[in-house]
């Protein structure tokens, strides 16, 4: 039976996303969802929809939702591709730059996602082990056919120095994507680097920042020669009528965005000060979670304790980098004193 598998398909594990636990009395920290609602042009939207216009397939090159990034961006609609969340752009950037010889880089660890893509497509991976701090440096030689470059980075939630990046992609070969998922929680991004260099695409999603991980709609900027390609190997219509009308005016609403981003870069800060005065090690985030290592009490303990009390966090057990770090989404300022009453808790109470 399961000869009728290719063997490539029959070896991978398949990616395992974050629990999506139903309940309401839960603290959901642990896929870093945003916990604010999206613009209320949405809601605006979704009521005035004629149903008829249902029965007809949608655009299947979404003009009027990539005007609106093009403008976003300073860019021509050339230079825009959109998909059914960021992963379904991931995916074919495989698809559309690495032969079957050919490889994929990603720093390690970063969004499990990448490797896994490899191994459908049956490629080559080539990842870069990130140093004790969570930094990178290129070996001499390193070459792949498409490097996935995630900044700011998951599950570590740190920027890289932007000029470190510049230069890579100045000298590297293949395309580099560059995975900014969380770029609208930063300072700084490197949409410009997608604009002037050939090989260079940024990817946004509409997840995290604007509320709409339910939407599925992800994008990428670059070279319209690269963004072409895309085009080219994708399902007809592979963004549907309503997140296309759903995602265009969320775009066109930065203010509700921007204003969730601030709240949310707050609780980010209020949560990092109180961890750090309860004895965890809190790196700089500038993602809408932190990475935090308890100094003194074992994360996966702590991951269970809190498990147990309705909070869900991220604990990634697996590699011996990640096993003593928790990922923590930044929930609204209630969820988060919820969270941090139960870390005192189980850290008092000696649990
Ligand atoms: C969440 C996330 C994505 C996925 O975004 P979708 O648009 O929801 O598919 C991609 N890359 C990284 C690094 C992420 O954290």
Same mark, same amino acid.
């Given at each position: 039976m399961s000869d009728l598998i290719r063997k490539s398909v029959r070896a991978m594990t398949g990616y395992v996303p974050g629990e999506q636990p139903k309940g309401t009395d839960l603290v959901k920290l642990n896929t870093n969802e945003n916990p604010y609602l999206p613009s209320p042009d949405v809601q605006d939207i979704l009521s005035m929809i004629d149903i008829s216009v249902l029965s007809r397939y949608p655009d299947p090159v979404c003009v009027e939702l990539r005007k609106v990034i093009a403008e976003l961006h300073g860019?021509? %609609?050339?230079?825009v591709f959109v998909g059914n969340g960021s992963d379904e752009v991931l995916a074919l950037c495989i698809r559309a730059f690495v032969e079957r010889d050919g490889s994929v880089g990603y720093f390690?660890?970063?969004?499990?996602?990448y490797p896994i893509l490899a191994d459908i497509e049956d490629v080559e991976k080539k990842p870069v082990a990130l140093d004790a701090r969570f930094g990178w440096s290129m070996p001499d030689d390193y070459a792949a056919s498409l490097f996935f470059l995630?900044?700011?980075?998951?599950?570590?939630s740190f920027a890289y120095d932007k000029a470190n990046i510049a230069d890579f992609v100045k000298r590297f070969d293949g395309v580099a994507l560059i995975d900014e998922a969380y770029a609208d929680f930063a300072e700084e991004n490197c949409m410009d680097l997608a604009l002037e260099n050939d090989n260079v695409i940024v990817a946004r999603t509409l997840s995290k920042s604007y509320s709409?991980?339910? %939407?599925r709609l992800g994008y990428c900027v670059g070279n319209a020669e690269l963004i072409g390609a895309m085009f080219k190997i994708k399902?007809?219509?592979?963004?549907n009528y309503l997140t296309q009308e759903v995602a265009r005016v969320a775009v066109l609403d930065q203010n509700t965005m921007k204003a969730n981003v601030s709240a949310i870069v707050e609780t980010r800060q209020l949560v990092a000060d109180k961890l750090s005065e309860l004895g965890f090690e809190v790196g700089a985030s500038r993602t809408n979670f932190l990475w935090v290592k308890p100094l003194g009490y074992g994360a996966k303990r702590l991951f269970e304790k809190l498990r147990a009390k309705n909070i869900i966090v991220r604990y990634f057990g697996n590699d011996e980098r990640t096993k003593d770090y928790l990922r923590v989404s930044i929930g609204t300022a209630p969820e988060m004193f919820q969270f941090l009453d139960a870390v005192e808790a189980i850290l008092d109470g000696g649990e």
């Open positions: 860019c021509a %609609i050339e230079n390690d660890p970063s969004y499990s996602l995630t900044n700011p980075n998951a599950p570590t709409l991980a339910g %939407i399902d007809s219509y592979n963004v």
